[in-house]
C-alpha cells in the first residue's frame, strides 16, 4: 500500500501545492486535506504548509488552530501520528500547544525571503531520519513572525531533551532566541520550523538546491518500515 | 431629502448639478445630457463622471493608443488582443498567458503602503478575471532621490506594502525595477504587474450575455472607499465646501484577495460563469456598464441588494465606491445555487445583484425607484475623445545640443577604479536585495528565475519544464532625451533581457507614465512614446496584449520625465536551458556581443560622474536586438553558454561586476583595439550582451555569431577574485561587494 | 515616571481586515453577541518626568505625526499611571 | 449595546522590537524623554447585550484562548461604553 501523507488547506494557505509537490517527489501519495473537514482520510502522516492563514490577522496560525480538522489532527499528533508544521503551520503547532513557545514578530520587523543555513540538530525525529546529526543544509526562509520565544525554563528543556531539533548557523535571520529554527516534541513525531524544506526539492526551482527533500523521504522510510 | 430618481429629474429639468465638482466639464455635461434627452440623476452623474476620467476613458490617450493595434504585428501567438481586461498569448502545448502592468502612483504617494499593496491587488484581479492562475508579480518602481527625506517616507511604505500583498497572496515576485531620479519627487511611480496562466479553453471575457442570467456580486462589502467627490451628490446642498467624510484612500486586505483567487478559478473550473469583471477603478459603475455593453446592453441591478460595510451610503457613493476585493459575475440562473456554494466554501460573501435583460439600457433601482436609465455604452465606451494640441519643447533643442561625449573622461587607471567604484555604489547601480528580500520569490514552487536576473521565470508545466520569461524596462533619461527613442529603447532592453535568459520574447504590455496631458509639451512626449512603441512592436513583431496610461505626473510644474515602461513575455520551451547571468566556473571566455560606440547621452556614467543629462540617447538598432536575441537563444538552446547579461543602465562594467558577484568569480578584462578605456567600460551602446563561453563551445560559438552577421569580440576570461582591466586597474570582488551591497541599507535600512 | 497610553485605531470608514477576521472566528469558536471587532494599536509610554500639559501636547504631536498614519487613523492620549 | 475593550501587551520580560523601534526613533525626530515604549494591541467589540458580568466572563475566556496568547501576552478587559 502506498503512504499517504496529507497537506492541510486553511483559507491563506500558500505552500500547499508545494508541499503536496514535495510528498509526491519524494514517492509518497500526497492527499489535501481541508480545513473544514474533520476526516483526515486515513492519511499516514499529515503536513501543515506555509502561508498566511486567516491573513495571519491577531496572530500567526491563531485562527487555523481552531478549525475542525485540527481537532483531528491535535487528537491524531498525540496518538503518534507524524505531523510536520512549515513556517506558518509551525505556528499552528504552537498556537495548538502541541508545541511549546510561540513565534514574534521578526527582530528587523521587515519580511524576510533569503537561502539560509541550518544546522540538523536532532536526526531521530520521524521527519530528519535522512539527515545526519549536526549535518548543514540551505533551506529557504520567508517569513515575518518567524522570531521563536519561549520563557527560559522551556528552553532549557528543550535543550536538555535534545528537542531543538534545526539552529540558524551563520547569522540569526530574525532574534530567535538560541538560534532555533525548529524543535520537535518528545516523541519526536510532531516537528514544526520556520524555513520551507518544501521549496528545496528541484534542482532547477527556488535557489536550485534540494537540501529539502530529506523531510519527505525521511517520514516515507519511517512509515514504510513501521 | 427627495431621491433624485429618473422620475425626479424628468420633474426637475431646471436642477443644476455638481458637474464641474465631479471633474466633468462643460461640453460633457452637455452631452450627457443630449444622450439622455433630460438631465442626468445624480446616479447617473456619479456614473459617469467616474466613467469618463482620464483614468477610466483614456480620453486624451486614445488617439495615440489606437496605433498599437493599427500596427499590430501580424503574430500567431495572440489570442485576446487589446480592449479586454489583459491580452491573452499564446505559449504552445496548449496553454495560454495573459500579463499586464498598471499603474498606482499617486495613490501610493498619499499612503505608500496601502497605495502600492492595492495596486498589487487591482492587477491581480485584472488577469484573474481573464480565467487565469496568477502565477508572478512584478513592481517596477521609481522614486525621487534616494538621500531625499521624503523618499525615506515613500520607498520603505511602498515596498512594505507590495510585499505584504503580494506575500499574503502567495504569489512569487519575480522582479521590477527601482530607479531614483528628482524628477519623481513628487510623483513616484508605482506600477504592478502580474501574471498568469491558463489553458486556451478556460479564457473567459467580461460580458453578460443570456437574457436572465443573474448577476453575482461577491468578496469585499463595500464601503465608502475612494469616493471623495460622490460625497458632494450626497448632500443636499451639493455643497463642495464641506470636507468628505468619506475616505480616499484604500485599504487592502490580501486574504480575502486570496479567496478571491481560489472562488473564482473553481466557478470557472466547474463552468459556472457566463462573464466576469473585476472591480477596480469606478468599482460597480465600471463593473456593470462594461459587462452590460459587452453582451446584449440591457442589464437591471437592484443597488439595495449591495452588500454594505457602512449603511449610510448613498446610491451615487455605492456606485462609486473603489472597496477593494471585490469581483462580478454574470452566471445562468441554474448555476446560481453551485456559484453561490462555492462562494461559501471560501467564506466569500456573494450576492445576487441584478439579472440580464432583453432590453438596451442599464437600469439601476434604489428602494423601488429607478435612479439610473442609460444605454450603457455610452457610460463605458463612448466617453468623450479628445485629439489636445501637441507642441515640442523649445527646451529640447537645448538639452539635446548639450553633448555628453564632451565630458571629461578618466586620466588613468587609479581615476578610473575610482569611477568604476563610485557607479557600482550610486543607488540606481547598487544592489536592491535590501528591497527584494522583502518578497517571496519562492511560493508555488515555480521559480526559476527572479531578481537580481535579467528576466524573471516561471515553470509553467512541470512535466515538460514549459515556462515564461518576463522583464520590465523604462529609462526616464532616455525618453526624456527623445520620446520616441526612450519608448523604443524601454522596448529594446526589455526584449533583449528576456532573450538573454534563452527565453523567446512573444508579445508586451505597457505602462505610460507622462505629465499632464494639457500641457503640450508632455502631450507631445506622450504621441512621439506612443507612436515609438508602436513602430517598434511592428519592427520586433511583439504585439502590445494591454497596458495602462497614467497622466499628470506632475505637481505645478515639475513634471516627471516621460517614462514608458515596458514588461516582455517570453516563451522557453524547457526551463532546464535557461541561461543565468552568473560568471560561475573559472576559465570560461567572456564576450562582448553588439557593437560599442561612444553613447553617453542618458547614461549612467553621465548622471554618477558628472550630474549631467544631455544629447541624444543611444541610437536604436532593432533589427540589431533581433539578431542578438537569435544568437542568445540559439546559444542557449544548444548549450554554447553558460551565463548571459544584457548590457543596459551602466554599461559593459556595471554588468561584468553584477555577473562576477553573483557567481563568486573574477574577470579579467583586456581593452579591445580601437576602444578608449571609457567607452569600453560605461558607454550604454544598445544591442549588447556579455556571455560566459566554454573554451570547449568557443569555436561553434564564434562560428555561429559570424555565420550570422553578429560582431562578438573576446574581451576576457573568467578568473581570480577580482574585476581587472588589464594595464589599468584591479578590483577585489570583497571591495565591490561592500560598496554595491552597502548603499541601500544604509539609506533605508 | 508616568505611563501615558497612546490608542490608535483605524478610522471608522476605514476597512479594517484584521477586526474582520477575528469578528468572524468568534462564532465558530462559540462565541455569540459580538456585533463588531476592530483592532488597533496600543502604545505605552513611559516618560521621565510628569505627565503635565507640556508633555502631553508633545505625546500628542508625536502621535499625530508618527504613531498614528492620521490618513487612516485615529488616536486618543490619556495618563494611566501617575507616579 | 456596550463596548468592551481587550487591551493585550507582550509580557514584561519578551522582547518587543516594534515598541524598541519606536523609542530609537523618537529622539531623531525631536521627542526626548520617553524612557521605554511597548507597542500592543486594542481590541474594541462592540456587545449586543449589556456588558454585566456574564457577557464579562466570556469575554475573558475569549481574550485568554484567543484573542492573547499567554505564552507571550497579558491582557487586561474593561467596559468602555455602557449604553
Ligand atoms: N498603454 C496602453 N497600451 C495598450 N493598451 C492599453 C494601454 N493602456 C490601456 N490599454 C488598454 O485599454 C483597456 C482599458 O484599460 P484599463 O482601463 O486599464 O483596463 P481595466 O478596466 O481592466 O483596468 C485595456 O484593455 C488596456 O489593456
Ligand atoms: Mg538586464
Known sequence: MTTRIGVVTFPGSLDDRDALRAVKLAGAEPVSLWHRDKDLHQVDAVVLPGGFSYGDYLRAGAISRFSPVMETVIGQAKAGMPVLGICNGFQVLTESHLLPGAMLRNNHLHFICKDQKLRVENADTAWTADYESGQEIYIPLKNIDGRYTADERTLDELEAEGRVAFRYVDGNPNGSLRDIAGITNAAGNVVGLMPHPEHAVEPLIGTGRTDGLGFFTSILKRLVSA | MTLDSVKHAEQTPETELP??????????????????????????????????????????????????????????????????????????????????????????????????????????????????????????????????????????????????????????????????????????????????????????????????????????????????????????TFDSSKPSKRPAVQVGDPFQEKLLIECTLEAFAEDLVVGIQDLGAAGLSCATSELASNGTGGMRVELDDVPLRDSTLSPEEILMSESQERMCAVVEPGKVDKFLAICEKWDVIATVIGEVTDGDRLEIFWHGEQIVDVPPRTVAHDGPVYERPMARPEWLDALQADDASKLARAADGDELRGQVLKLVASPNQADKSWITSQYDRFVL????????????????????????????????????????????????????????????????????????????????????????????????????????????????????????????????????????????????????????????????????????????????????????????????????????????????????????????????????????????????????????????????????????GLPATRIGVVDGDAVELQGQFSLPLSELRSVWEATIPALFG | MARVVVDVMLKPEILDPQGQAVQRALPRLGFDG??????????????????????????????????????????????????
Open chain 2, 19 to 236: 458637474w464641474a465638482e465631479l471633474g466633468l466639464k462643460e461640453n460633457e455635461y452637455a452631452q450627457i445630457r443630449e444622450i439622455l434627452g433630460r438631465r442626468p440623476t445624480g446616479a447617473e452623474l456619479a456614473m459617469y463622471s467616474v466613467m469618463w476620467s482620464e483614468h477610466c476613458s483614456y480620453k486624451s490617450s486614445k488617439v495615440h493608443l489606437k496605433q498599437f493595434g493599427d500596427k499590430a504585428p501580424a503574430s500567431d501567438a495572440m489570442l485576446v488582443g487589446i480592449g479586454e481586461q489583459a491580452g491573452v498569448v499564446d505559449v504552445g502545448q496548449g496553454y495560454a498567458v495573459t500579463f499586464k502592468v498598471e499603474s498606482h502612483n499617486h495613490p501610493s504617494y498619499v499612503e505608500p503602503y496601502q497605495g502600492a499593496a492595492t495596486g498589487i491587488g487591482g492587477i491581480v484581479r485584472d488577469i484573474i478575471a481573464m480565467g487565469a492562475r496568477p502565477v508572478a508579480v512584478m513592481d517596477p518602481l521609481r522614486f525621487g532621490a534616494a538621500d531625499h527625506p521624503d523618499t525615506k517616507r515613500v520607498l520603505p511604505g511602498v515596498v512594505a506594502g507590495i510585499g505584504g500583498y503580494g506575500n499574503c497572496l502567495g504569489l512569487p515576485n519575480i522582479g521590477g525595477e527601482v530607479v531614483f531620479d528628482d524628477c519623481y519627487q513628487g510623483n513616484p511611480l508605482v506600477n504592478a504587474l502580474c501574471v498568469g496562466v491558463m489553458k486556451h479553453e478556460d479564457i473567459h471575457l467580461a460580458k453578460a450575455a443570456g437574457v436572465g442570467n443573474k448577476v453575482i456580486l461577491y468578496g469585499a462589502r463595500t464601503g465608502g472607499d475612494g469616493i471623495g467627490g460622490a460625497s458632494i451628490l450626497a448632500s443636499e
Open chain 2, 445 to 708: 514552487g515555480n521559480t526559476v528565475l527572479s531578481q537580481p536576473e535579467d528576466s524573471g521565470m516561471i515553470r509553467i508545466d512541470d512535466e515538460t519544464g514549459l515556462g515564461v520569461a518576463i522583464s520590465t524596462d523604462g529609462n526616464g533619461r532616455y525618453a526624456k532625451l527623445d520620446p520616441y527613442q526612450g519608448a523604443q529603447l524601454a522596448l529594446a532592453e526589455s526584449y533583449r533581457n528576456v532573450a538573454a535568459t534563452g527565453a523567446k520574447p512573444l508579445a508586451i504590455t505597457d505602462c505610460l507614465n507622462f505629465p499632464s496631458p494639457e500641457d503640450p509639451a508632455g502631450m507631445w512626449q506622450f504621441a512621439e512614446a506612443c507612436k515609438g512603441l508602436a513602430d517598434g512592436c511592428l519592427e520586433l513583431g511583439t504585439p502590445v496584449t494591454g497596458g495602462n496610461v497614467s497622466l499628470y505626473n506632475q505637481t505645478g510644474d515639475a513634471a516627471i520625465h516621460p517614462t514608458p515602461v515596458v514588461g516582455v513575455l517570453g516563451v522557453i520551451d524547457d526551463v532546464a536551458r535557461r541561461t543565468p547571468m552568473a560568471f560561475a566556473e573559472e576559465g570560461q571566455l567572456l564576450y562582448l556581443l553588439g557593437d560599442t560606440r561612444e553613447e553617453f547621452g542618458g547614461s549612467a556614467w553621465s548622471d554618477v560622474i558628472h550630474g549631467h543629462l544631455g544629447g541624444q540617447p543611444p541610437a536604436v538598432d532593432l533589427e540589431r536586438e533581433r539578431l542578438l536575441g537569435e544568437i542568445l537563444i540559439s546559444a542557449s538552446r544548444d548549450g554554447m553558454i553558460d551565463a548571459a547579461h544584457d548590457l543596459s543602465d551602466g554599461g559593459l562594467i556595471q554588468a561584468v561586476v553584477e555577473s562576477c558577484l553573483k557567481g563568486g568569480h573574477g574577470a579579467r578584462l583586456v581593452l579591445p583595439d580601437g576602444l578608449d578605456a571609457t567607452t569600453f567600460l560605461f558607454s550604454e551602446s544598445q544591442g549588447r550582451a556579455v556571455v560566459a563561453v566554454p573554451r570547449s563551445e568557443e569555436l561553434r560559438f564564434t562560428d555561429m555569431c559570424g555565420a550570422r
Open chain 3, 34 to 83: 459580538i456585533a463588531d471587532v476592530r483592532q488597533g494599536k496600543r502604545f505605552e509610554l513611559e516618560i521621565e518626568g510628569p505627565a503635565d500639559e507640556a508633555a502631553l501636547a508633545e505625546i500628542r504631536k508625536m502621535a499625530e505625526t508618527f504613531l498614528a498614519n492620521t490618513v487612516i487613523e485615529d488616536f486618543t492620549v490619556r495618563v494611566e499611571d501617575q507616579q
